[in-house]
């Protein structure tokens, strides 16, 4: 196995009395595609914005090629190399779709000058010929591609990609991917939270399940879907 | 730089037509009136940087203001400096107060920022009742000199040093505007959480705004002492500052660093007329009726409605 870009361990969140994560270990290897799976409540997101920032991890740790980031706000991990897309794209309303690109260039991926790398950018996620367009106006499935153009601008080794795929047709699936493939190809490792298994299953060589805030497995996609917890944990007794 | 530079002397330019203009019409009520509205411009330029540039709603607008003001009554009392020695004393204060406050209050979002900001005003304003030796509650004498060099009359130079302040004041708002900062600042007020996603330091960003905001309201605190020559709290807190501060450039469009300057202009003289032609007493009442006719039907402001305009007859013609 390649060597871990990311190494998350004994993850604990809590809010009040309810425990969000207990002890989750979680790793990517440098180029690897992973699936996180789990049912809805299970944990995923929370485990995202631990490992990205938007939440503070009430235990354990997490690294980042080397260097502890747990502590460090969000702006300072993407810096570092990891991006995320959000569960509900989140675009910047006011701007332009090359604008909301050119923030991320800017802000973390170091260039100077951000209006000479934005089209190459969108040009990628199919977006190009909208880049002068309001980001108000995208559909559902371009403004999934701007979430991913936007991560992509902070030039990241890790990128985790919060159901991206949610709310689109099988064709727009397939687009998107086929974009994250591509993306991966280029040598960045990819986390896919998605509830759609065909994807995750053509996409992931590796998956991870999370339930009730604990991970119950992690291993072979083929291997984790027999699993007989994981079954019980979707499928019930 | 260079396109900043160009609008800097494009914008003093600008500045001196108008006081070509005010010295040609030659009457004192001209740089009273003056005075007051190219006021109001620097403070609804300052209040737009953390309240349309970022979004963050600013209800304090006064207590800048005001530490610009007692820093001139300190000086006044103590060194005696002339105006524009104190104009960066009074901002440096009133911008440190900024970097507190955001400090403290910047994790707040929404209306909870808004309502420690104007709890700000209040703690302030104790403050200065409480402290006799810039006069308490009863106010303060600054007494003005009787001449000035170049001048025909003190007021005519504390009109061209407000011309000049507003000048700056817009220049300044511009460059933030366009420059990688004022990109961040825009990044947050549409979507904080996206904006740290994407990489803007979104805490040191807003620090930057609190502080450069409050340092431009003190400014345009500094010169009020000489122009009224007496200050008391309740009418260096007045409400009138605060509105008029959010209304001006909510009226006149927030995104851009022409909406306060339009808005400042239009509502700044509308009420230097209103005073003289009707009371000064309707001053708040039309700012509070525009305010609520711009919000509820034009929310973009004038520069939202020019552009939608625009936007539409283009559409037409293509």
Request: with cysteine; aromatic share 8%.
């Amino acid at each position: 196995m390649a060597e871990a870009i990311l190494t998350a361990t004994k993850i604990d969140k809590r809010f009040g009395g309810f425990i969000a994560l207990d002890g989750v270990d979680f790793t990517v290897a440098a180029g690897e595609r992973v699936g996180l799976l789990g049912p809805n409540g299970s944990g995923k997101s929370t485990l995202v914005n631990c490992l990205t920032g938007a939440l503070r991890n009430d235990g354990g740790e997490v690294v980042l090629l080397g260097r502890r980031i747990d502590r460090l706000p969000t702006h300072q991990r993407i810096r570092r190399g990891i991006a995320r897309t959000f569960q509900v794209p989140r675009p910047f309303a006011s701007m332009t779709v090359r604008e909301n690109v050119e923030i991320a260039l800017l802000y973390a991926g170091g260039a100077t000058a951000a209006g000479n790398e934005a089209p190459a950018i969108l040009d990628q996620v199919g977006l190009l010929q909208k880049a002068d367009q309001s980001s108000r106006s995208l559909t559902q499935v371009d403004l999934r591609k701007l979430e991913l153009a936007r991560a992509m601008a902070a030039r990241p080794r890790l990128l985790i990609a919060d159901e991206v795929m949610a709310g689109l047709s099988t064709a727009e699936v397939d687009e998107i991917l086929a974009l994250l493939l591509r993306l991966n190809e280029s040598g960045v490792s990819i986390v896919m939270i998605e509830h759609i298994m065909y994807a995750v299953m053509k996409f992931a060589q590796r998956i991870c399940v999370l339930v009730a805030g604990r991970k119950i497995a992690d291993g072979d996609p083929q291997a984790v879907i027999r699993d007989p917890e994981v079954e019980r944990a979707y499928l019930g007794e | 730089m260079r396109r900043h530079i160009g609008f800097l002397l494009a914008a003093l330019a600008v500045a001196l037509l108008v006081y070509l203009g005010t010295a040609w019409i030659g009457n004192d009520y001209v740089y009273f009136a003056g005075y007051v509205v190219l006021q109001y411009v620097v403070l609804a330029t300052a209040w737009n940087i953390l309240g349309g540039y970022t979004g963050y709603v600013n209800f304090g607008s006064a207590a800048f203001f005001a530490v610009g003001v007692y820093t001139t009554v300190v000086i006044h009392k103590t060194l005696a400096l002339p105006v524009p020695a104190i104009l960066p004393l009074g901002g440096l204060l009133a911008g440190i107060l900024g970097l507190g406050m955001g400090y403290l209050t910047l994790r707040l979002r929404g209306v909870f920022f808004s309502i420690a900001t104007l709890a700000l005003a209040i703690v302030l304003n104790s403050m200065i009742v409480n402290w006799s030796f810039v006069g308490g509650g009863r106010g303060a004498y600054v007494i003005r000199p009787r001449e000035i060099a170049f001048f025909t009359s003190y007021v005519q130079y504390l009109f061209v040093l407000m011309l000049v302040l507003a000048t700056l004041a817009v220049w300044i708002a511009r460059m933030v505007e366009r420059s990688r900062l004022g990109r961040g600042l825009a990044a947050i007020r549409d979507d904080e959480l996206a904006a740290e996603a994407a990489g803007v330091p979104t805490l040191k960003l807003k620090l930057i705004a609190t502080t450069l905001s409050g340092f431009m309201m003190g400014v345009a605190g500094v010169p009020l002492p000489y122009f009224v020559t007496y200050v008391e709290p309740s009418g260096t807190f007045s409400l009138g500052y605060a509105v008029n501060a959010m209304a001006m450039p909510l009226i006149g469009g927030t995104t851009s660093w022409l909406g306060p300057l339009i808005g400042a202009l239009l509502l700044g003289t509308l009420q230097q007329v209103a005073t003289v032609t009707l009371s000064a007493t309707v001053n708040l009442l039309i700012v509070g009726i525009l305010l609520v006719l711009f919000v509820t039907l034009a929310p973009d402001g004038i520069l939202g409605l020019g552009r939608a305009i625009v936007r539409r007859v283009r559409r037409r013609d293509g």
